[in-house]
């Protein structure tokens, strides 16, 4: 059983910063999806164990960044550049599969609670 426990969420201005984490037991690759109200739960960024290898959504390229911490047990979702349709409960999901499906929810077998982050003025 892998738990999951996210911090870090909050009221931003655009173009302002925001760094997630999550904490995760366990030897799993880890992702970040973002879900706004009445749609669907989409995928942010994917990490491989080791780290070596990273994956993003178009959307967020280029201003967020995630990273981990084996030795913490912690992955992180440094979020730059904040606009406002960035707006969302953020998960972290852990699973034992990177790839080219790694943009799927159901590749992934454990969630987190979800954590609000609001970019407004």
């Known amino acids: 059983q892998v738990q999951l426990v996210e911090s870090g969420g909050g009221l931003v201005h655009p173009g302002g910063s925001l760094r997630l984490s999550c904490t995760a037991s366990g030897r799993t690759v880890m992702a970040w999806f973002r879900q706004v109200q009445g749609k669907e739960r989409d995928f942010v960024a994917v990490?491989?164990?080791?780290?070596?290898?990273?994956d993003y959504a178009d959307s967020v390229k280029g201003r967020f960044t995630i990273s981990r911490d084996n030795a913490k047990n912690t992955v992180y979702l440094q979020m730059n550049s904040l606009k406002s349709e960035d707006t969302a409960i953020y998960y972290c999901?852990?699973?034992?599969?990177?790839?080219?499906?790694?943009?799927?929810?159901?590749?992934?077998?454990?969630w987190g609670q979800g954590v609000q982050v609001t970019v407004s003025s």
């Open positions: 990490i491989s164990w080791t780290g070596s290898s990273t």
């Open positions: 999901a852990a699973g034992q599969y990177y790839g080219g499906h790694s943009g799927r929810p159901e590749m992934y077998d454990y």
